[in-house]
């Protein structure tokens, strides 16, 4: 490994402390220590990577091609047809790829399609083929040899053509932005697409790649090493529906297949869900909040689901309040950094919580944050110590659930916020015949139905429509959901509810 390490600019690399989802780590992966392992999403990512912009130079025909694959004793660029065809891979990906796609045929894309074989078979097929490769004369010289359409260039800042199959055999461990990645394999497939993907994945029943973990765990190559349930987590929020999460042409080359799915479209997603939990703008404002919160030993947030949670109602209409000289109320404070973080936006702050525990720390944190207006109350029920309209915002997040008498409780926040105020909650959500359950120590969570039933339709919110629910999301996050804890079989939803304003 050392000749390799020699062989390539150091400058081209890069230090990162996290991985696509957002997650950072200083966990080892146990198979290398160049690798970390992410508390988020479950992905081992390399802590040192290929820069984005150096791709081109690092799978060159003469370094990557020849130099490199001889170094690693694997057969350079034009030696691979004979194998793959002789060892059966070729004949694998066409009969696992008609699988799903029957007799319909299309276009092709293959995205790092190296010699072209799998092209040149799958034209055989009946298919339109095109193949891209990061490298120009890598392209030419396959283009040349083959007669196939290749394109030069890293995907995808160089575009696919619209496509029915989209092929990124032995490429996506080495994508720096798999994410970006994989958004724009959706946009270039056409609906009901089909995604074919060849890969190392860790499995569960076996402890590494055997004589393979080496060369898998190269960091200079491959920037990610997925478990099947961490692809999954990637696809699901890139909006690929997975359709097969379980073969493999052999070990260190197992073989997912997904098709783009198109979501209804909702102006509001009430329910938690992948796509806007690991988008950037949610990943952005928890790592704001985390780093407020360390210094004052607050509550940090890696890998369940306030990471939508506090996003969700900040995105979604807390940010375009001014919160210079308003009043906050928020329930259940315990170790929340959230009303803190508000405070110094210049937010009045109170904190409710139902025991002294946290008043020593509450202390403390104020006198560390200098002139913020933070008081408390400690309140044993679900009735309010505060006058009629007295806040103009009050949040609760992940409370209700906890509160024994739900219907008292909307009602006691109707009546402190004043005409036109907001109330931000964010509730856990158990629909036992979906199969999920909310363990009984943890308090009641609330059925979508008994939302709109308890808060949703509290008359002092007006609300009269039901909530348009983005019940596709619930197997996604759910599935997500439960590898973060073993009782996390529930979902979580969020909204933002308006005081009517005084009449006459």
């Known amino acids: ?17 996290r991985c696509w989802c957002g997650g950072r780590s200083t966990e080892r992966s146990p198979h290398s220590r160049e690798y970390r392992v992410c508390p988020r999403c479950g992905a081992h990512y390399a802590a040192r990577r290929l820069r984005a912009d150096c791709i081109e130079k690092f799978y060159s025909f003469e370094g990557y091609w020849q130099q490199r694959q001889q170094s690693k004793q694997h057969p350079v660029l034009f030696e691979r047809q004979q194998l793959l065809e002789a060892d059966g891979r070729v004949q694998y990906w066409i009969d696992a790829i008609h699988r799903h796609t029957g007799s319909s045929r299309g276009t092709v894309v293959e995205v790092g399609c190296a010699e072209g074989t799998l092209l040149l078979h799958l034209r055989q097929h009946g298919w339109q083929t095109v193949g891209i490769e990061p490298d120009a004369r890598t392209a030419a010289a396959v283009k040349e040899r083959t007669g196939l359409d290749i394109r030069a260039g890293v ?3 160089v575009s696919a053509p619209a496509c029915d199959l989209f092929v990124a055999n032995d490429v996506l ?53 997925y478990s099947r349930d961490a692809l999954a987590t990637l696809l699901e929020t890139a909006e690929f529906e997975v359709v097969e999460n379980e073969g493999a042409w052999r070990r260190a080359h197992e073989v997912v297949v997904a098709r783009r799915i198109d979501r209804p479209h909702r102006a509001v997603r009430h329910l938690a869900n992948l796509p806007e939990m690991f988008s950037r703008p949610w990943i952005d404002f928890i790592d704001e909040l985390n780093a407020f919160a360390a210094p004052l030993g607050l509550r940090q947030f890696t890998n369940w689901s306030k990471l939508w949670e506090y996003p969700w109602l900040w995105h979604h209409g807390l940010s375009r309040l001014d919160w210079r000289g308003r009043r906050v109320l928020d329930l259940g404070s315990e170790q929340s950094p959230f009303p803190w973080w508000l405070a110094t936006q210049g937010a009045k702050v109170t904190l409710v919580e139902s025991s002294r525990n946290w ?27 505060f006058p009629d ?67 949703w339709r509290q008359p002092a919110f007006g609300s009269t429509a039901a909530p348009d629910w983005n019940r596709e999301d619930i197997g996604p996050f759910l599935r997500w959901h439960r590898q973060t804890a073993t009782h996390h079989n529930y979902v979580t939803a969020a909204a933002l509810l308006h005081k009517q304003p005084a009449t006459g």
């Open 1 to 17: 490994m050392n000749a390799l390490l020699q062989s390539v600019d150091e400058a081209w690399f890069e230090d990162t402390d």
């Open 173 to 225: 461990e080495h994508v720096p932005d798999p994410l970006t990645f994989l958004q724009s394999a959706r946009a270039a497939l056409r609906p009901g697409g089909l995604l074919f993907l060849q890969l190392p994945l860790l499995e569960k029943a076996q402890p590494d790649f055997g004589h393979m973990t080496d060369k898998v765990f190269d960091p200079q190559e491959h920037v990610f090493i």
């Open 359 to 385: 008043v020593g720390q509450w202390e403390t944190i104020r006198a560390a944050l200098g002139p913020v207006d933070v008081d408390w109350q400690i309140v044993d029920s679900c009735r309010l110590p």
């Open 155 to 157: 995907f995808p800042t």
């Open 389 to 455: 309209a007295s806040f103009d915002v009050v949040t609760s997040f992940s409370v209700i659930e906890h509160q024994d008498d739900k219907v008292l409780a909307a009602a006691e926040v109707g009546r402190v916020l004043r005409p036109g105020g907001v109330f931000g909650i964010s509730f856990d959500v158990c629909e036992p015949e979906l199969g999920m359950t909310f363990p009984a120590w943890n308090g009641r969570a609330l059925t979508m139905a008994e939302f709109e039933a308890t808060i």
